[in-house]
């Protein structure tokens, strides 16, 4: 999606790995959300952003951690995989008070064995 | 806390129907209401937006209501077609501050 890119696309690790997934956007918006999508659940929040260095949790947070150095990055980190994590995983934007609702990232497939 | 459900889970019609897919929300007093399309395997595309202070909002051939007093949204698509094959998944935000909620969806198939 314009504006919002997510890296990587796929990837493939070991149970007991540190991952790291990066979300990037160009649009300024103040606000950033991190997803999972998996079947028979839909989209669960994870964590989000509504200012540099401000983050908050979502519902499924457990095993994930997040950083905001700068308004562009968003990052989420698995701090040691497991196979339960194996997920598609979302990122998305805001820009609150203007209701112009969220824009998507593509998505990153992550698969832990 | 607010729940989000999308009923049918899955739907099959023929080339030319029109049809109607459901949302229901259990806290009525929400920020906006957003319909989204997920093609198999990519990411989230925003359909239609519709602000709590709306009833409806169309786009093409697609357009959606909100009941804010009943919970209730509903998308409708005219003259449905192959192409629109997709998951249709309904979100809600309960505020300016606060993350969307998201109904499982409802997976949709038009049948040539």
């Known amino acids: 999606d314009a504006g919002i890119t997510q890296s990587p696309r796929h990837k493939v690790t070991e149970t007991g790995t540190p991952v790291t997934l990066r979300c990037h956007q160009t649009?300024?918006?103040?606000?950033m959300y991190w997803y999972r999508q998996d079947p028979g659940h839909g989209l669960r929040l994870i964590h989000y952003?509504?200012?540099?260095?401000?983050?908050d949790k979502g519902e499924v947070s457990d095993g994930y951690s997040v950083s905001r150095s700068k308004t562009e990055d968003f990052l989420l980190t698995l701090e040691s995989a497991t196979s339960s994590q194996t997920s598609v995983y979302f990122c998305a934007i805001s820009a609150p008070p203007a209701n112009y609702g969220y824009t998507f990232g593509s998505g990153t497939r992550l698969t832990v064995v | 806390k607010q729940e989000v459900t999308q009923i049918p889970a899955a739907l099959s019609v023929p080339e030319g129907e029109n049809l109607v897919l459901n949302c229901s929300f259990t806290?009525?007093?929400?920020?906006?209401l957003q319909w989204f399309r997920q093609d198999p395997g990519k990411g989230l595309t925003s359909l239609l937006l519709?602000?709590?202070?709306?009833r409806e909002q169309t786009s093409g051939r697609l357009n959606a209501s909100l009941d804010k007093s009943s919970g209730r949204s509903t998308l409708y698509i005219a003259a449905s077609q192959p192409g629109d094959s997709a998951t249709y998944l309904c979100a809600v935000q309960d505020s300016g501050n606060t993350p969307l909620v998201f109904g499982k969806g409802t997976r949709l198939s038009v049948i040539a």
């Open positions: 806290d009525s007093a929400i920020y906006n």
């Open positions: 649009e300024n918006h103040r606000y």
């Open positions: 952003s509504y200012g540099v260095k401000d983050t």
């Open positions: 519709i602000q709590s202070s709306q």
